[in-house]
């Protein structure tokens, strides 16, 4: 029995029949790129509307989305934010028309992009896996499973970090003045805050990659470590929104711990891979590559050869070169 067209998968995000051993042309890895673009794009906008209805209902007896990203700005004291309206209620404040229904549109897409993370990131996987070996699959999932975790955690961080960040900023002053915080403005602060963390706990994830392929080993990184350091604590100085001395600590000894932990683990790997290398414990004119097949151990010695007898040289002929009668002569 036929589906329904209304049923039916359209022609442009049905998957071509492939090559058994997974080779493509150019147009049909442009189909395959169209399509899971296509399948990524759908799903963001299809978890972006439930962003935008989660902002303002709860689900499954969680509390609203709303409610949830405003909690650090509603733990400040009453007396360091500004109430308007229902005394009763912690709210933003709002000095456009407009201003809510961008607010609203912004934090919907952010939600959208990370409630469907697992799609296109699965999509951005099946993009690239047919042309990875299988040893190279398996490093891939996991630094994409660790890269995952690391963003998530770094993203919980700023979110803890963000309610002493706040207290600090709003009661600076002494109380001489109150902080009227615009919703457009903290959301802005917030979500800069969960990116920037997130992104940079991804540090000890390229140093790793980068020991893998062999551009930064542990030599370079004992060598350079106080200077990757305080390069550490300038960036968190620079890159946190607020610049208060909260959140800048906060990165800084976050990203100095992720680091150590780092190099522990390309000191662990190069130290196994000198072991496994068959040139260790060979001085370096003895670790270069032998002429002889089978390494420096089999290396013959070339000894001189046997001097030519004197007989056997023919001897010259009246013109003073050699003739062919000469050659012949000699056995």
């Known amino acids: 029995?036929?589906?329904?067209?209304?049923?039916?998968?359209?022609?442009?995000?049905?998957?071509?029949?492939?090559?058994?051993?997974?080779?493509?042309?150019?147009?049909?890895?442009?189909?395959?790129?169209r399509r899971r673009l296509m399948i990524g794009v759908i799903a963001i906008v299809l978890a972006t509307i439930l962003g935008v209805l989660w902002y303002q209902f709860g689900?499954?007896?969680?509390?609203?989305?709303?409610?949830?990203l405003t909690e650090p700005y509603c733990a400040l004291p009453p007396g360091a934010r500004l109430t308007l309206g229902d005394p009763n209620?912690?709210?933003?404040v709002a000095f456009a028309p407009f201003e809510q229904l961008t607010l609203l549109i912004k934090v919907g897409v952010a939600a959208g992009v990370?409630?469907?993370?697992?799609?296109?990131?699965?999509?951005?996987?099946?993009?690239?896996?047919?042309?990875?070996?299988?040893h190279e699959k398996k490093f891939a999932r996991v630094f994409i499973g660790t890269g995952t975790i690391l963003f998530v955690?770094?993203?919980?961080?700023?979110?803890?970090?963000?309610?002493?960040?706040?207290?600090?900023?709003?009661?600076?002053?002494?109380g001489i003045?109150?902080?009227?915080?615009?919703?457009?403005?903290?959301?802005?602060?917030?979500?800069?805050?969960?990116?920037?963390?997130?992104?940079?706990?991804?540090?000890?994830l390229l140093m790793i990659m980068l020991n893998?392929?062999?551009?930064?080993p542990y030599a370079t990184i004992k060598a350079w470590r106080r200077g990757l350091i305080f390069a550490i604590f300038v960036?968190?100085?620079?890159?946190?929104?607020?610049?208060?001395?909260?959140?800048?600590?906060?990165?800084?000894?976050?990203?100095?711990v992720l680091f150590e932990i780092a190099a522990q683990v390309c000191r662990i790997h190069d130290k196994r891979a000198a072991k496994a290398s068959p040139w260790a414990g060979l001085d370096d004119d003895e670790a270069g590559p032998s002429p002889v097949a089978g390494g420096p151990e089999q290396a013959s010695t070339v000894t001189a050869s046997a001097p030519v007898a004197a007989s056997a040289v023919p001897p010259a002929s009246p013109t003073g070169s050699p003739s062919r009668a000469d050659f012949d002569d000699v056995t």
Not at 212 to 216: K, N
Request: aromatic share 10%.
């Open 1 to 33: 029995m036929a589906r329904p067209s209304w049923m039916r998968v359209p022609r442009w995000l049905r998957p071509r029949a492939g090559n058994p051993d997974g080779t493509m042309t150019l147009l049909e890895h442009i189909h395959e790129l």
């Open 89 to 92: 209620r912690c709210q933003l």
């Open 212 to 216: 893998r392929v062999g551009i930064f």
């Open 177 to 204: 003045q109150i902080t009227a915080l615009r919703g457009d403005d903290y959301f802005n602060l917030l979500i800069t805050l969960l990116v920037i963390f997130g992104v940079s706990f991804e540090l000890p």
């Open 59 to 68: 689900v499954l007896g969680l509390p609203s989305l709303g409610e949830l």
């Open 235 to 256: 960036f968190a100085a620079v890159v946190t929104p607020g610049q208060d001395p909260f959140s800048m600590l906060a990165l800084g000894l976050s990203l100095v």
């Open 114 to 134: 990370v409630l469907s993370s697992p799609v296109w990131l699965s999509q951005i996987w099946g993009f690239i896996t047919p042309g990875l070996h299988a």
């Open 153 to 174: 955690g770094g993203a919980v961080m700023a979110y803890l970090v963000l309610t002493k960040a706040l207290y600090f900023l709003v009661t600076v002053g002494g």
